[in-house]
């Protein structure tokens, strides 16, 4: 959400956003709502200090023994006026609030410009890629060769875009998820948080993904939504709360089943795990100060890149352009691992910094210590990682001209010992 202060005072820097965004000024529009809005709320405030006034003057009448009614119909009069003109006003108010809560949050001054990926930025890359003395296979024809990847099973449960894994594939994916916790809660000082999958309107409000994105998720039939991210209820934990200053930063993390429509990924990636209705992903989420949140930010995605470099995994870090990012996000990096398999570096985990958007919707706040009034804090979140896509990685990078695929050294320990997967698991 965007503060209706903050466009009042910097309207040409508001559709300036927008516009990088590749959105048509509006900035005129809200304040022309804001201007009657304000004008109704004064309108309505004046006639309860006159009704206010009025009682007053009917209580004075009564003592003095005099006729008090026509002030009382001037009471009642100024009570229907007042009553219309405060409908109207919050009508307003309503408009407004619909308006901001469909534009996405504004990009940081060192966001390339661009309205698509062509325009990302390579910040910086490390590993080198794996050279094989045979032609790579990609990960759904290794899971199949392997006897692990079951797409056709997956596909008459649930339909397409799903998949069942078995035997050592379905304990890598574990060993996976077990490894990014540990490193992430031991080493990195996240908190390790077990959330719900089911989440109100209000939380998917909260970071983003609602109004605008609704036919992305997947809703019950009693008006619960499954969540796409863990993002969505690691951040809404603080939602409506005031946060002592000193005690932040937050950070969480979990490591939890993710669900998404991908209704505007038609015909995108429909071989594979790339793009799925269901997957794991251990997720970072950090609060902060307005101070903290840029080196937060360079902190989390280090956090990220550390787990593909104990992975052995090469990787590429982007800087996402503005018409790129996610709808919340004001500066985004996106981690891309190497995939043999498709010749091509693939988004593992993108790291966003989404300032106070966030927090205004969700209302959370920050008191500084022993300070008086409040602001809003600073949401961060990002994969740490994707759980399935890391798995997609390890197969590709992996792999053996033999048919068997190597476990990354620091994936053994949670694999029994075992250092290899072979044909059956």
């Known amino acids: 959400m965007h503060d209706l202060r903050w466009i009042r005072e910097n309207p040409a820097e508001f559709d300036r956003g927008l516009g990088r965004r590749g959105l048509l000024p509006c900035a005129e529009q809200v304040l022309a709502l804001d201007r009657e809005w304000r004008r109704l709320e004064t309108e309505a405030q004046e006639s309860q200090a006159a009704r206010n006034r009025l ?19 001037e009471i009642d009069r100024n009570k229907e006026q007042e009553a219309a003109t405060a409908a109207k006003a919050a009508e307003l108010r309503q408009q407004i609030d619909e308006l901001l809560a469909g534009l996405p949050n504004l990009p940081a001054l060192e966001v390339p410009d661009g309205l698509d990926e062509s325009t990302n930025k390579e910040v910086r890359r490390v590993g080198e890629p794996p ?30 875009r799903f998949v069942v894994l078995k035997g050592e594939l379905a304990r890598l994916e574990r060993a996976i998820a077990q490894f990014m916790l540990d490193l992430h809660t031991t080493e990195f000082g996240y908190t390790e948080v077990s959330p719900p999958l089911l989440v109100r309107d209000e939380a998917l409000f909260g970071t983003g993904q609602l109004p605008k994105f609704a036919e992305d998720q997947f809703r019950t039939t009693d008006g619960l939504w499954l969540i796409p991210t863990a993002e969505v209820p690691l951040t809404n934990l603080v939602a409506g709360e005031i946060l002592d200053e000193g005690a932040l930063p937050l950070r969480f993390t979990a490591w939890t089943p993710c669900f998404r429509s991908e209704a505007g990924a038609a015909g995108k990636d429909t071989r594979g795990m790339i793009r ?27 956090c990220a890149e550390e787990v593909l470099k104990r992975l052995g995994l090469a990787y590429r870090v982007m800087l996402l352009s503005a018409g790129d990012m996610g709808f919340a996000a004001r500066k985004t990096y996106d981690l891309e691992v190497w995939l043999p398999g498709q010749n091509a570096y693939r988004e593992i985990s993108s790291c966003s910094n989404c300032g106070a958007f966030q927090a205004l919707r969700m209302k959370a706040r920050c008191r500084p210590a022993g300070g008086k009034g409040t602001r809003p804090v600073h949401t961060l979140n990002g994969s740490g990682l994707a759980v399935g896509r890391t798995l997609i990685a390890i197969l590709e990078n992996f792999q053996r001209g033999n048919g068997t695929v190597a476990i990354p050294e620091a994936l053994q320990p949670y694999m029994g010992g075992r250092k290899e997967i072979g044909a059956n698991g």
């Open 55 to 73: 009682s007053r003057e009917v209580g004075a009448a009564k003592k003095r023994g005099e006729d008090a009614d026509e002030l009382i119909r």
């Open 276 to 302: 799925v209705h269901q997957f794991q992903k251990v997720e970072l989420v950090s609060i902060t100060t307005p101070e903290q949140s840029e080196t937060e930010h360079e902190r989390m995605t280090a």
């Open 131 to 160: 050279r094989f003395n045979f032609e790579p296979l990609a990960h759904e024809a290794i899971g199949e060769q392997l006897g692990l990847m079951d797409f056709p099973r997956a596909a008459k449960l649930s339909g397409s």
